[in-house]
């Protein structure tokens, strides 16, 4: 398993400005994923951190709006940029482990997540 | 992706065992079933995950049908901290987990 914390754990933000949120692992993790969680909805996707090169996204992300880097194989950050009131979400990270034998531990942990709203 | 259907909502009396049932029809032949459940909007924790056989951990137990369309999550003695929304996901750890709505399990004193 993984000891995943995130930076920071709530703030309140103005519309129009953008937020940077940490996630942290303390072991080396070979795949880092960025999930928001709207008010009263399910987890989402919205994009995989890879290790020195650009982030993939899924359908309805963008990087100009999600720019994520992933410097390193236990730290990633994701900004939430220009920031409306329909961003006011949970933001969690997620932390797995590709490869390995069939049958092999391949299981995604989760930070306990950043509770973002914007006024 | 496989898609999932579990019941919206279940009680359980604090005490007895929890049944968490979920319909994956569509699982693919490789695919593990997931199962992690979300404590009042925490990150989601994992439970079990398992492929074909059943398996328990001290957590749960996993009981997943010979073809593979459907299991059930056992949480044998509920306490009031199983009180969450559970989900039951097919795929594979290092890639996208596709959430689904869940069951909102609430155990009764």
């Known amino acids: 398993s993984a000891v995943i914390s995130q930076k920071p754990s709530r703030d309140i933000c103005q519309r129009g400005t953008s937020l940077t949120i940490q996630c942290q692992v303390d072991?080396?993790?070979?795949?880092m994923f960025w999930y928001r969680q709207q008010p009263g909805q399910s987890l989402t996707l919205i994009a995989t951190?890879?290790?020195?090169?650009?982030?993939?996204?899924e359908s309805g992300f963008v990087i100009d709006k999600f720019p994520i880097s992933r410097p390193n194989l236990t730290f990633s950050t994701l900004t939430v940029s220009n920031m409306s009131p329909e961003d006011s979400s949970i933001y969690l990270c997620?932390?797995?482990?590709?490869?390995?034998?069939?049958?092999?531990?391949?299981?995604?942990?989760f930070g306990p997540g950043t509770r973002l709203l914007v006024l | 992706d496989a898609k999932t259907t579990q019941p919206p909502s279940m009680d359980c009396a604090e005490g007895r065992a929890a049944n968490l049932p979920c319909n994956h029809s569509?699982?693919?032949?490789?695919?593990?079933v997931y199962w992690y459940r979300q404590i009042h909007s925490q990150g989601p924790q994992y439970i079990i995950h398992g492929l074909k056989n059943n398996e328990t951990n001290e957590m749960a137990s996993l009981i997943i049908t010979e073809d593979r369309k459907s299991s059930t999550l056992i949480l044998p003695h509920a306490t009031l901290r199983d009180t969450a929304v559970y989900y039951c996901i097919p795929g594979f750890g290092n890639e996208k987990l596709t959430f689904g709505t869940g069951t909102r399990l609430t155990i009764i004193p």
């Open positions: 072991s080396q993790v070979t795949m």
């Open positions: 569509t699982i693919s032949g490789n695919e593990y």
């Open positions: 997620s932390v797995g482990w590709a490869g390995g034998l069939a049958g092999a531990l391949e299981t995604q942990y």
């Open positions: 951190a890879n290790q020195g090169s650009e982030a993939t996204y």
